[in-house]
C-alpha cells in the first residue's frame, strides 16, 4: 500500500511539473494564472525548473593541538605606559595599550595581568584600569595560542603615586 501512495504521488508530482499554465483576466481585468483552461485564457511558455545538482559537501578539517608556525611568530610589547613610567596621579585612569607584529589571527588571546594578577583575557589589545594604589606596578601583557601555549610576553615596570591630601 505505501508503495502505491508513493508511486501515485510522483505520478501526480511528475504531471504538475509538465502540465500547462494558462493567463488570461477576470471580469474585473485583474491577470488570473490557472492550470486548467478558462475562456480568454491562453497558454503560456515558463522556464525551465532549476535542475543544478547538488554540491557534494567537502570532507571536514580537522585541526592538531599543535599550532601553526604562523600563529607562534607574532609578538606583541606594551606601547604604553614605558617601562620606569612614573605616575603623579592614580587615581586618574590609565589605558594600557599593546602592539603585535602583525595582527591578531584567530585563536590567538591577549592576557593582561598586574603584579601577576590576571585582570583581562580575551581579544583586546587595551586595558583601562581606572584606579591604581600608589607605589611600584609590573604590568603584563601576554600573547597565548586558544590551548594556552604562550606565545610572547612583555612586561613593563611603573611607577604610581598619589597627590597629597592637605
Not at 594600557?96 to 590567538?108: D, F, H
Request: net charge positive; with cysteine.
Amino acid at each position: 500500500m505505501l508503495r502505491l501512495t508513493i508511486l501515485l504521488c510522483l505520478t501526480l508530482a511528475t504531471g504538475a511539473a509538465t502540465s500547462e499554465i494558462y493567463k488570461g483576466k477576470d471580469k474585473r481585468g485583474n491577470t488570473i494564472y490557472s492550470d486548467s483552461p478558462f475562456p480568454g485564457s491562453e497558454t503560456i511558455d515558463l522556464p525551465e525548473v532549476n535542475a543544478t545538482p547538488a554540491i557534494a559537501p567537502r570532507e571536514r578539517q580537522t585541526f592538531s593541538d599543535t599550532p601553526e608556525p604562523a600563529m607562534m611568530d607574532n609578538r606583541i610589547t606594551v606601547t604604553f605606559p614605558r617601562d620606569g613610567q612614573v605616575f603623579p596621579n592614580g587615581r586618574i585612569p590609565i589605558t594600557v595599550t599593546a602592539s603585535t607584529e602583525s595582527p591578531l589571527i584567530s585563536g590567538q588571546i591577549v592576557v593582561f595581568s598586574i603584579d601577576g594578577k590576571v585582570v583581562q583575557r580575551g581579544g583586546q589589545t587595551s586595558l583601562r584600569i581606572p584606579l591604581m594604589q600608589r607605589g611600584p606596578h609590573q604590568i603584563n601583557a601576554s600573547l597565548y595560542t586558544s590551548n594556552d601555549r604562550l606565545i610572547s610576553s612583555h612586561t613593563v615596570n611603573i611607577v604610581v603615586h598619589w597627590p597629597n591630601n592637605r
